[in-house]
């Protein structure tokens, strides 16, 4: 478990998740969260490296998908498995059964590593917080909030691809409206960058620090 881990000195570490949907802005979001002291454990990372050659995961992924998904230097290529997934419910479910497991023990690790350091806050980024049934691993929930629309706009924008294909993109994630209820604090950033860095001050200033500087 990831929440109620104990640090050197018997204070708790707090997990705070952070998640949202494609292009709501997390990264964006984590970054400032950053600025103000917080340590950021972020999932995409962590399933760049349990995918790295030769790792468990990256031999399951093989062994289930082919070697058509791999670069010439044997490492997987995202693009063509991204390919497969997206199209095809059942290959994903498949996929997220190899690397969800494997994301999770790497979290233990990293987690295990900040509780020796005495961290008393961690944000734990993952796009999939909710769908993976992870929130467990979490004492509360932040959900980066964009509506339909904007959510659009930007992933056309970002990966330079039509409406459709933003849509489809879209599409395999719980819905925006849906996951915001999961959240204990929604951010709106439907507005400017500026907007954005008030919202996350004023939030980790009021739910994170307070008046003691602590949760």
């Given amino acids: 478990m990831l929440n109620g881990v104990c640090t050197q000195g018997g204070e708790p570490v707090h997990i705070i998740g952070l998640t949202g949907g494609i ?121 980066v909030y964009v509506d339909r629309e904007v959510q659009v706009k930007r992933v056309m924008e970002r990966d330079n691809i039509t409406r459709e294909e933003a849509l489809q993109k879209i599409a395999a994630q719980m819905p925006m409206e849906e996951k915001r209820l999961y959240g204990s604090e929604v951010i709106d950033n439907r507005g400017t960058l500026d907007q954005l860095e008030k919202r996350v001050k004023v939030l980790w200033e009021t739910k994170v620090t307070g008046k003691t500087g602590k949760i």
């Avoid at 997220?96 to 900040?114: M, N, V």
Wanted: glycine fraction near 6%; hydrophobic fraction near 45%.
């Fill in 23 to 143: 292009a709501s802005g997390k990264s964006t979001v984590a970054k400032l969260l950053e600025s103000h002291g917080a340590v950021v454990i972020d999932a995409d990372q962590l399933a760049r490296e349990v995918v790295a050659l030769e790792e468990p995961a990256y031999n399951d992924i093989v062994a289930a998908f082919g070697k058509s998904i791999l670069n010439e230097d044997r490492t997987i290529n995202r693009t063509a498995l991204g390919k497969i997934i997206f199209c095809d419910p059942e290959a994903r479910r498949r996929l997220e059964s190899i690397t969800h497991p494997a994301i999770g023990k790497r979290a233990e690790e990293k987690l295990a590593e900040l509780k020796m350091a005495g961290t008393r806050v961690v944000i734990y980024m993952a796009p999939l917080l909710i769908e993976a049934g992870a929130t467990s691993r979490v004492d509360e929930i932040w959900v």
